[in-house]
């Protein structure tokens, strides 16, 4: 089992996110990990997207083995400022990702509604690449409908401890959900833990 989402190299392998455009060299040179290129929700501010788009196509085409990400929509208190330029960054790098063929690593914090329809937009257009949802705390229903788009989830110790925690990952079938660290490698052994209780309860409807 690998970890499916972080910034911080660990041990286990996975997908190691950048959060800036500056981090895309960190992440590159990163050893035993799958990197991401892109640019986190939260720092979309002072980030130019005509220059993201044309150099995540370099660097896609460069390695063949990255992925995209991190990207996604905040729309917290803190973030929801931004939400117009972080909506202009997540249609590039889902674009990117379609072209390139490579995996989308999305983050929604309050936001997964909005997610789903930009989504769900792309599915009609034909222009969907796979995506992963870390953090995935949606409800069940909510949940369904990313699956139907081919989504995985990875959620972690935060997610997992939840009183919803059950109700919200038993019914998601075992090869769309996975464990990430998010920046807590010393919570992989109590997250796999965790995970292997929820998917033990699996229970299809
Ligand atoms: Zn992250």
Redesign the pocket.
């Known amino acids: 089992m690998q970890d499916y ?1 972080t ?1 911080v190299p660990g041990t286990h392998g996975g997908y190691l ?1 950048s959060v800036t455009r500056a981090d895309w060299e960190r992440v590159a040179r990163a050893e035993g990990m799958e990197p991401c290129f892109g640019v ?1 929700p939260w720092y979309v501010e002072g980030e130019d997207p005509t220059v993201i788009a044309f150099e995540l196509d370099e660097w896609l085409s460069r390695y063949p083995k990255a992925g995209v990400g ?1 990207t996604g929509l905040d729309a917290t208190a803190a973030h929801v400022g931004t939400l117009s330029l972080q909506r202009v960054f997540l249609q590039v790098h889902l674009g990117a990702a379609f072209r390139h063929e490579r995996m989308a690593h999305l ?1 929604g914090a309050h936001a997964w509604t909005e997610l789903l329809d930009i989504l769900q937009q792309r599915a009609r257009n034909g222009t969907l690449p796979k995506v992963l949802l ?1 953090a995935w705390n949606g409800p069940h229903e909510l949940a369904r409908s990313f699956l139907e788009l081919g989504a995985i989830f990875s959620v972690g110790m935060r997610e997992l401890t939840h009183p919803k925690a059950r109700e919200r990952y038993a019914r998601i079938p075992i090869d769309r959900l996975f464990p990430e660290t ?1 920046d807590h490698p010393e919570n992989w052994e109590r997250t796999l833990a965790l995970l292997a209780v929820i998917r033990a309860d699996f229970s299809r409807e």
């Open positions: 989402h910034h996110c986190h991190e983050h870390h998010d």
